[in-house]
């Protein structure tokens, strides 16, 4: 069976490839801001914001991949009751960080499996982080160095790069951290006889 990932995210699909699956990528064509400002408006949890989100993006590729296993996957960050975008300027970037450091924030990761147009599968995962009340002057520095990378986060860093300076405490699993539930994705995977064990 194919595994088609309805995402264009390298991190996701590297960490599929890395752990031994055999994987393409398709790209899922959602409106995820429209979808999540009207999850949003009508005061849904950011974990069910994550999953609607991973859900809509798995079944609008299951449609046209029917005979695939197809996993959605998206990622929200929640901190201090608000629900944080992906920066579009490094002005917005620096916005988000500002509101950021010092404190504690969550990230909601999703994953959905679809198989012949259904969901058969779901998962979501929790980590919590906490940033240093870092400097004004590093963290212009900080984004001038990192905003091509930074841009594509929903938090405005990454912890695989110069992003891990920028916390305190970290309390979830890596991949969670990454926007993709591994451990419990291959737990399933196995059960159902589709990777080795």
């Known amino acids: 069976m194919t595994i088609v990932l309805a995402s264009t995210s390298p991190i996701r699909l590297q960490l599929l490839t890395a752990a031994g699956l055999s994987v393409t990528s398709v790209a899922p064509r959602v409106d995820e801001t429209s979808i999540r400002d009207a999850l949003v408006a009508e005061g849904a949890h950011p974990r069910d914001i994550a999953d609607a989100l991973a859900e809509m993006k798995a079944r609008k590729v299951a449609e046209r ?7 959605g996957c998206d990622q929200i960050l929640e901190a201090d009751g608000r629900i944080f975008a992906k920066p579009e300027t490094p002005d917005q970037a620096r916005d988000q960080l500002h509101q950021l450091r010092g404190k504690t924030h969550k990230l909601h990761s999703a994953i959905v499996a679809y198989e012949n147009a259904l969901p058969i599968w779901r998962h979501t995962a929790e980590a919590r982080l906490t940033m240093h009340q870092i400097s004004d002057d590093y963290l212009d520095a900080y984004i001038r160095r990192n905003w091509d990378s930074i841009r594509h986060s929903v938090g405005c860093y990454k912890i695989e790069e110069e992003g891990i300076r920028l916390f305190s405490t970290i309390e979830g699993d890596h991949f969670t951290i990454l926007g993709l539930p ?3 994705l291959l737990a399933w995977a196995g059960t159902r006889g589709m990777i080795p064990r």
Do not use: A
């Open 65 to 71: 991949q029917l005979t695939d296993l197809v996993l």
């Open 182 to 184: 591994l451990m419990p």
